[in-house]
């Protein structure tokens, strides 16, 4: 049978580590896309001669050429420019736009058929742009957000218990900015609820809120400390947990910047919610039940979302 193909669009940062990660994992062959010239040959040929070392048979391909990426079974979108310090992932929307519809148009044309996933940030509204311009199903075009953000709330949590990582679950859902919503009664320790380790004395609530607040601005101290871009490898893990999902049908329960339609109260859009990805795409939006407080900060987060979503309106009329 022949290999998957993954695309990756976007060669930079984050699309190298992703081009890396599918090889070593051995996902299927790999085509790394860019628009500078000699950056996607580059990686590609670089990360192919690590396979002998490593032990993999991925074929690697690096081009300019969108018709390279013909019959794509996952397309895996970082095109865009990344955020530098004191700038907020919402400052990207205009050049990011742009950039999308060229991805999408790409997409439209030679891999209508591909599980797409978003990473340019502002995550949530280039989705849903991603989607418009692509013309995809909507089941088949999700942005990866929710698994980047739990991931870090886990990383913090098994920090502050010293238990493993492996062992802590999160849910952080909502929009991939500010105002993200980390669920703490979703968010466990091998099934033990936060709220019960605070009653435990496992941590004190003002430290769990601290911890909630480090997940909320965990793109921006990476961004102070790198200061030329933002995070890569644990972006780039995440997606690729993602496609792993769809890849293998895998039916993974993961939190993902997916288009919600009646869930939530919603009327059709891409906000941060627990989706299961499959063969399928994404083949359910998991609608638990929240409380009024977390209702609220869920609210906030979804207008936060509608506003960057009119903004790309107000941007580019055919989006209207
Ligand atoms: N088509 C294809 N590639 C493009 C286009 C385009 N129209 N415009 C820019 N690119 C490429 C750049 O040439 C660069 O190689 O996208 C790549 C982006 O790479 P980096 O600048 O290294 O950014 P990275 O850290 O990978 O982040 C990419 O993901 O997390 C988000 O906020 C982040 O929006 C940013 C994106």
Not at 114 to 137: H, K, Q, Y
Request: charge should be negative; proline fraction near 5%.
């Amino acid at each position: 049978m022949a290999r998957p193909k993954i695309a990756l669009i976007g060669a930079g940062q984050i699309g190298g580590t992703l081009a890396h990660l599918a090889a070593i994992k051995e996902l299927g062959d790999v085509v790394l896309f860019d628009i500078a010239e000699g950056t996607p040959q580059g990686k590609s040929l670089d990360i192919a001669q690590s396979g002998p070392s490593e032990g993999f048979d991925a074929v690697m391909k690096g081009t300019n050429d969108y018709a390279d990426i013909a019959g794509a079974d996952v397309c895996i979108v970082t095109a865009g420019v990344p955020r530098k310090p004191g700038m907020s992932r919402d400052d990207l929307l205009g050049i990011n736009l742009k950039v999308m519809k060229s991805v999408g148009e790409g997409i439209k044309a030679h891999a209508p058929k591909a599980f797409v996933i978003c990473i340019t940030n502002p995550l949530d509204a280039m989705v849903w742009a991603l989607r418009e311009f692509s013309g995809l199903p909507h089941n088949m075009v999700v942005g990866m957000a929710g698994v980047l953000d739990s991931a870090r709330f886990r990383h913090f949590l098994s920090v502050e218990f010293n238990v493993s990582m492996r062992d802590v679950t999160a849910f952080v859902l909502g929009g991939h900015g500010d105002t993200m919503v980390p669920l703490t009664r979703y968010s466990t320790v091998a099934g033990i609820p936060l709220p019960d380790l605070v009653q435990m004395g496992w941590t004190t609530q003002e430290r769990l809120d601290a911890i909630v607040q480090r997940t909320r601005d965990g793109g921006a101290e990476i961004v102070g400390l790198l200061k030329t871009g933002s995070a890569f490898y644990a972006p780039a893990t995440s997606a690729i947990e993602m496609a792993e999902a769809f890849l293998k049908d895998q039916k993974r329960l993961l939190p993902c910047a997916a288009y919600v339609k009646g869930a939530y109260g919603l009327d059709g859009m891409y906000v941060g919610v627990p989706t299961i990805i499959g063969a399928g795409g994404i083949e359910r939006v998991v609608d638990i039940k929240l409380n009024a407080a977390e209702q609220a900060m869920m609210d906030k987060s979804i207008d936060a979302v509608k506003g960057l979503v009119a903004a790309c309106k107000g941007i580019d009329p055919s989006l209207a």
